[in-house]
Every structure is written in C-alpha cells, then in structure tokens.
C-alpha cells in the first residue's frame, strides 16, 4: 500500500460501483463520514453529515462511530481527532492542507504571543494543532463574533491568523484585537470590478459574502455571514438570485436546498475561470475515499501532548457556543 503522496495510492478495477462500494465499506467499518460544504458534490452526496467547521468540529465531538472519515482539509482532521484521542480519524488525501493556516506558522505565532504578554489568544479553527495549543479560545466564523463579545470589553485580544475576519470583528464588535497577517488564498482573490460587473448584470441578486474576504468585498454585502448563515440567509430570503462570494463548493447544497432559485459563483481576479474554488478542499475524489476506507489510511495522528494543550480551547469554544445558544 503506498500512501507516500498522502493518500493511498492503489489501483482500483474502473468497472467498480464507487458508491456501493463506499457506503458497504463504510458500513463494514462501523465508520461516519463527515464533509465540508466546499467538498465535490459526489464527495457531498456520499456523506452521513455535510456543514461548516463548527458542525464539524459539534459531529465530531458527539459521534459514536469508531471511526470519523473526514472529507476535508488537514486541520479539521486534526480538530477531530483532538476531540476524539480514542477514535480513528481518516482524511482520504493528508495533502489537503489550507493556506490559511499555513500563513500562521506555530513557531512565528508562538513568538508574536510571547511579544505581546496579557492578551487572550483567540485563534481561529483554520489552524494546525500546534497553534491551536498556544490559545485561549477558538472560534470559527459561525461564532467569532458572539465569542469576542463574550469577553470583557477591556481584555486585551490577540486574534489570528486571518486578517480579514479579524478586522470584520472588530469593526463589528468595536474591539480593538491586534491581528496576525494571514489570510485564506480563495477569498483573497475575488474581484471587486467583476463582482460590481455582476451586479448590474443582476440587480435584484442579493451578494453573500464570507467574511475572510476583504473589507471591499464586503461592503457591497447584503449579508456577511459563515457559509453555514449564508446558506440560511439564501433559503430564507425571498429574492430568486444571489452572487455568492465564498468557495463554490456551498452553491451545491444551495441549489439542492433551493431548487427554484439562482446562484451565481462570483469569480476570481485571476481571468481563468467564473468561480473560485480551493484546491485543497478538491483533492478529495471517490477513488481516494473508497481507498481510504478500504486500507483505513491514511490516518490523522497529533502529538498528545500538543492534543492534551489544543484540547481545550477547541471545547472552550464548543461550551461558550453552547452557553450562548449558537449550537445545543
């Protein structure tokens, strides 16, 4: 079995039924499989449970199953497996990593906290493990907001590592947090012009904005929310049209949820395509899920000693979202 390129890399007969396969393995495994709104659509189709990082990390911590096969990027593998030390975690391909949390090396952030002594660290969940470890609380963009209200208005904050949402917190919260220089590749790149281009193309289309984009692209929002509120945002609303300014991958659970209604990808700045997608969260194919069940590899290991550490700022957030009603 080789797994040297991060997943399992074996051949596979072309006349097999992938999906009964996938679903007989998985039942065979006592296995959940778990994936992201901005996973492919097949990879969404296939899953017991499919939500943003919050729900994720929520499933996580409350599943029975033995065995968590998570269909998205390397650290939400990790959160999972923090929660569950006793259960086997399996990301079909290990080289799903996310740029954001690669903007925030733990060395570097580990020296920027020490820096700047007093403050809470407040970390989002797109982060590897080892950063993790040096917070106070992690939040994700379902409940950043909530959570830096949460504290005392005079606590001194250190948020990291995405500028963007940071800086969408503070202006929202009045606070004042520093913010590490880190940002997430995909929603860095949508374009102004095009998306101003768009609307006039559709005026009656409501914008829905991520908020690790940029303060331009979110002031032309109608709603700035989690992939998870844009996604309710879009079945509630009356309008028949949306430009979504988030990874594509959402506009598969919107159309599903939404039949009768439009959704329009907003494009990158880069002149190649008309949506934009994260490259990492694509990585996961059937093949490498049908392999992953069939080897049970490759599997998410944490040391446990940064485990023992991440623990608890992930089930920090998880009780102050509970407290506060976000999640039961």
Same mark, same amino acid.
């Given at each position: 079995?080789?797994?040297?390129?991060?997943?399992?890399?074996?051949?596979?007969?072309?006349?097999?039924?992938?999906?009964?396969?996938?679903?007989?393995?998985?039942?065979?495994?006592?296995?959940?499989?778990?994936?992201?709104?901005?996973?492919?659509?097949?990879?969404?189709?296939?899953?017991?449970?499919?939500?943003?990082?919050?729900?994720?990390?929520?499933?996580?911590?409350?599943?029975?199953?033995?065995?968590?096969?998570?269909?998205?990027?390397?650290?939400?593998?990790?959160?999972?497996?923090?929660?569950?030390?006793?259960?086997?975690?399996?990301?079909?391909?290990?080289?799903?990593?996310?740029?954001?949390?690669?903007?925030?090396?733990?060395?570097?952030?580990?020296?920027?906290?020490?820096?700047?002594?007093?403050?809470?660290?407040?970390?989002? %969940?797109?982060?590897?493990?080892? $950063?993790?470890? +040096?917070? #106070?609380?992690?939040?994700?963009?379902?409940? !950043? @907001?909530?959570? /830096?209200?949460?504290?005392?208005?005079?606590?001194?904050?250190?948020?990291?590592?995405?500028?963007?949402?940071?800086?969408?917190?503070?202006?929202?919260?009045?606070?004042?947090?520093?913010?590490?220089?880190?940002?997430?590749? %995909?929603?860095?790149?949508?374009? $102004?012009?095009? +998306?101003? #281009?768009?609307?006039?193309?559709?005026?009656? !289309? @409501?914008?829905? /904005?991520?908020?690790?984009?940029?303060?331009?692209?979110?002031?032309?929002?109608?709603?700035?929310?989690?992939?998870?509120?844009?996604?309710?945002?879009?079945?509630?609303?009356?309008?028949?049209?949306?430009?979504?300014?988030?990874?594509?991958?959402?506009?598969?659970?919107?159309?599903?949820?939404?039949?009768?209604?439009?959704?329009?990808? !907003?494009?990158?700045?880069?002149?190649?395509?008309?949506?934009?997608?994260?490259?990492?969260?694509?990585?996961?194919?059937?093949?490498?899920?049908?392999?992953?069940?069939?080897?049970?590899?490759?599997?998410?290991?944490?040391?446990?000693?940064?485990?023992?550490?991440?623990?608890?700022?992930?089930?920090?957030?998880?009780?102050?979202?509970?407290?506060?009603?976000?999640?039961?």
């Amino acid at each position: 079995m080789n797994v040297d390129k991060g997943y399992v890399d074996e051949p596979i007969d072309p006349g097999l039924d992938l999906r009964s396969e996938i679903l007989r393995l998985k039942q065979e495994r006592g296995a959940v499989i778990m994936a992201h709104y901005y996973q492919r659509p097949e990879i969404q189709q296939l899953a017991d449970h499919i939500g943003d990082s919050l729900a994720l990390a929520q499933l996580a911590a409350k599943t029975d199953a033995p065995v968590i096969v998570l269909c998205g990027v390397h650290f939400m593998g990790e959160t999972a497996k923090i929660l569950c030390p006793d259960k086997t975690v399996i990301v079909p391909d290990l080289s799903a990593g996310c740029s954001l949390a690669d903007s925030c090396p733990a060395d570097e952030f580990e020296a920027y906290v020490k820096a700047h002594p007093g403050h809470t660290v407040v970390s989002y %969940v797109n982060t590897s493990a080892a $950063v993790k470890a +040096l917070t #106070d609380v992690v939040v994700t963009s379902s409940n !950043a @907001k909530q959570i /830096v209200e949460s504290l005392p208005e005079d606590e001194p904050i250190i948020f990291g590592p995405d500028r963007n949402l940071g800086n969408y917190i503070n202006s929202i919260t009045g606070r004042k947090m520093l913010l590490w220089d880190g940002a997430c590749h %995909v929603h860095e790149q949508f374009s $102004v012009q095009k +998306l101003m #281009d768009l609307r006039r193309e559709h005026p009656e !289309a @409501k914008v829905l /904005v991520h908020p690790e984009c940029p303060k331009p692209i979110r002031i032309v929002a109608d709603k700035v929310g989690s992939t998870q509120a844009l996604l309710n945002y879009a079945v509630d609303n009356e309008a028949q049209e949306f430009i979504v300014c988030t990874e594509s991958g959402i506009l598969f659970e919107m159309q599903r949820r939404c039949p009768n209604k439009t959704f329009i990808p !907003a494009p990158p700045d880069d002149g190649k395509c008309a949506c934009n997608e994260c490259n990492y969260m694509k990585l996961i194919t059937l093949e490498k899920l049908y392999n992953s069940l069939r080897y049970m590899q490759p599997t998410i290991e944490v040391d446990p000693v940064i485990a023992q550490r991440a623990v608890r700022p992930i089930e920090r957030m998880l009780d102050i979202s509970r407290q506060l009603g976000i999640i039961k």
